[in-house]
């Protein structure tokens, strides 16, 4: 078990780029989340899916952002014009039941 | 909204030392919480240590151990004698009635332990 695989890494954009993080959950869990941390904000709930629908997007900004989980295998989260506030680690969580198992994450760069 | 707090955001201990690591939390459905910690160790991801989901119980797991208590709307981490090895930082969660599925986390505590 390969536990959950976030790319990239790292990644770079310039300002007013679009920037796609990939996520792959463990296999077998029904519940993929994204949240955000930076040093001000801390961890940031962002969105989730139970069973690749979107469940629950509070977290989400109303502009710019968007997830989705195209089939059970992966997710992704999409941010269109980035600005340099932009920047953080975005991480990928998977579950079956209330233990959330995290990726890496991914650190995203907006210069 | 829900919200916890974890007041130090540093700790140094040394090791074979005892140590408490502070959270309170606020949450605004009705009924009690699920209280999580979990612990990202150097160059790992964020993992679970311990989770407690009724009140007045106590988890445990390492060495670690946390009482969840209601009434100062507490769930401190606490270690009677850490290690080197336990040098992470930990982060104090809960999830409530009205989404159990969604963690809120506090800010975390950087916990060094000196040799």
Redesign the interface.
């Known amino acids: 078990n390969a536990?959950?695989i976030q790319t990239p890494r790292h990644k770079v954009t310039g300002k007013g780029q679009e920037a796609t993080l990939w996520c792959e959950p463990i296999s077998g869990h029904s519940?993929v989340?994204w949240?955000r941390q930076t040093i001000v904000q801390?961890?940031e709930?962002l969105t989730?899916f139970?069973n690749q629908a979107p469940?629950?997007d509070s977290g989400m900004p109303k502009e710019r952002f968007s997830a989705q989980m195209p089939n059970q295998s992966h997710s992704t989260l999409k941010i269109q014009s980035t600005q340099p506030q932009d920047s953080a680690v975005y991480?990928c969580?998977s579950?079956l039941a209330?233990?959330?198992?995290?990726?890496?994450?991914t650190r995203l760069s907006v210069l | 909204g829900d919200s916890v707090t974890q007041t130090e955001g540093q700790v140094t201990v040394s090791e074979s030392k005892s140590l408490i690591i502070n959270c309170t939390y606020s949450a605004t459905s009705i009924g009690y919480p699920n209280l999580f910690w979990y612990v990202r160790y150097p160059g790992e991801g964020l993992q679970l240590l311990l989770k407690v989901i009724t009140a007045g119980q106590k988890g445990s797991s390492r060495g670690f151990e946390a009482t969840y208590n209601k009434e100062a709307t507490s769930f401190h981490l606490q270690k009677a004698s850490v290690q080197e090895s336990d040098s992470a930082v930990y982060y104090c969660a809960l999830s409530d009635m009205s989404n159990y599925n969604v963690l809120y986390f506090g800010s975390g505590t950087k916990l060094t332990v000196e040799p």
């Open positions: 536990g959950v519940a989340f949240y801390g961890l709930f989730y139970r469940i629950d991480l969580a579950s209330d233990t959330l198992y995290f990726g890496a994450g």
